[in-house]
């Protein structure tokens, strides 16, 4: 088993606290990684402020550099990031490889963007007081931002926090999950070949209970949080002062109008719902199917659901692996079997080995049952019926959460009205809400929380307007 270390300030650090990180389709434990004390995160944060001062004076061209350099190193070593995902996320290899792609573009857009991130005239002679004035707005770092990552993207979800922090001008301490720690530590191996001040990106793992450090912390000006919502607006809610950024998850929806390709709509839901065991925040979780085609639709999904090849992440065929721990599984298999209790029916799965859920389809379902009510995160899916598109539209919006929807249709109206009437952050047409390309807008409406991910809006995010008013 290999011992992690942890950067601190440019410097390798073992430490005495440590902790297990184990692989979640095996249960073996895979690694033992250092944990920063309350002292040690003192050091931690000191050596950001003092970073994020230096960050203010290097030029565009260098930060840009050193983001390219970042992206250069991950893809030297991809294929170690993609087997550090596999073994401590239970990710497929073949999804894990996709996922240190999308990390390797992600810095490379932060690059692009770190050369062109400014500000803007604003014309203030527009009426007599502003005569002779000339105006313009620049974009300030924040300073120290505090990311909090959760274990379903080890490398793009870090990535979302890190690149545009740095890109603008900031230095960022990274709380990895401590399930999913190496993919992180492998993050800032990259980064210490970079060439940007050493403290700029500590990767630091930390007790929970120490959190109010955080919290209490003036030199921290941000927190941008990715993980459940009840822990983010709880996060929200202590950070007093600070800004905050939060990316909550959701249940989303699909919609499957008459008008729609059948058989595209089936392959990128069954992808949408399963993938990665269903452990994303745009994860397909309920589907509405137009009734002339539903019974055709569902026959179809429920069976390539049972055919999906189940086994070790580290398998090329493999598409459904373990989720992160049993206790995952085993709490969506108590939703799932509550809903039947209810009345909902079970088309396929539900049964359950240690982590590894099968694919799971129900229908019948009402609103209110957890399987659609709460973000599932799980292979679970339901399916129901509607007649009028509208009906489907309000369907979907019947949920606490909004952060994507799918709606595949060829009615052009219909997809305006998709457009117009869905209450989520983005609406995908003819496509999965699990869709995202890395530099897009990314984030949600009521409970699926506020803020924007995706590189230059995260960065607008990590940094603040400063108005100059110059008189001639």
């Known amino acids: ?118 500000g803007e005239i604003v014309p203030i002679d527009t009426i007599a007081t502003g005569a002779g004035k000339f105006a313009y707005t620049k974009r300030i770092p924040r300073g120290v931002i505090y990311g909090i990552t959760p274990f379903n993207f080890p490398l793009n979800l870090v990535g979302h926090k890190v690149a545009p922090a740095l890109a603008a001008g900031n230095a960022i301490i990274i709380k990895p999950s401590e399930r999913t720690p190496l993919t992180a530590i492998l993050l800032s191996e990259a980064f210490a070949e970079s060439g940007l001040p050493p403290g700029a990106l500590q990767i630091a793992p930390m007790n929970v209970s120490d959190m109010n450090l955080i919290y209490a912390d003036e030199r921290i000006k941000m927190i941008s949080f990715t993980g459940s919502a009840a822990i983010g607006w709880e996060l929200k809610r202590l950070a007093n002062k600070k800004a905050v950024a939060l990316e909550l998850g959701g249940s989303a929806p699909v919609i499957v109008d008459r008008s729609a390709d059948i058989n595209h709509s089936l392959e990128r839901t069954v992808m949408g719902a399963f993938s990665y065991a269903g452990q994303i925040c745009i994860s397909v979780q309920r589907v509405f199917v137009h009734e002339k085609v539903f019974g055709e639709w569902t026959d179809k999904f429920v069976d390539r659901a049972e055919k999906l090849k189940k086994g070790n992440p580290l398998d090329e065929a493999t598409e459904l692996s373990a989720m992160i721990d049993e206790n995952a599984a085993k709490k969506a298999q108590l939703w799932v079997s509550e809903a039947a209790d209810n009345g909902a029916r079970i088309l396929c799965g539900n049964t359950r080995d240690g982590a590894m859920l099968d694919a799971t389809v129900l229908t019948e379902t009402s609103p209110e049952m957890r399987v659609n009510s709460e973000e599932i995160f799980a292979p679970v899916a339901t399916v129901e019926k509607f007649g009028e598109f509208e009906e489907a539209v309000a369907m979907a919006n019947n949920s606490k959460y909004g952060l994507q929807a799918g709606v595949f249709t060829n009615d052009l109206k219909n997809a305006d009205y998709a457009a117009e009437n869905l209450e989520y952050g983005a609406v995908i047409i003819n496509d999965v809400p699990t869709f995202r390309v890395d530099n897009m807008p990314y984030g949600g409406a009521k409970e699926s929380g506020f803020g924007r991910e995706g590189v230059r809006y995260a960065m607008e995010e990590m940094s603040e307007i400063r108005l100059i008013v110059q008189n001639r």
């Open 1 to 118: 088993m290999q011992t992690k270390k942890i950067l601190i300030n440019g410097q390798w650090r073992e430490t005495k606290e440590q902790f297990a990180v184990k692989s979640p389709f095996s249960r073996e434990e895979i690694a033992l990684v250092s944990m920063a004390n309350r002292d040690e995160m003192e050091e931690v944060i000191a050596a950001a402020e003092n970073a994020s001062a230096e960050m203010r004076k290097v030029p565009r061209f260098k930060i840009a550099r050193g983001l390219r350099k970042i992206a250069d190193v991950i893809e030297k070593r991809k294929d170690e990031f993609a087997r550090t995902i596999a073994e401590e996320a239970a990710k497929p290899i073949a999804a894990a490889r996709g996922e240190v792609e999308r990390g390797i573009a992600t810095f490379a857009w932060a690059a692009g963007e770190a050369e062109r991130f400014a």
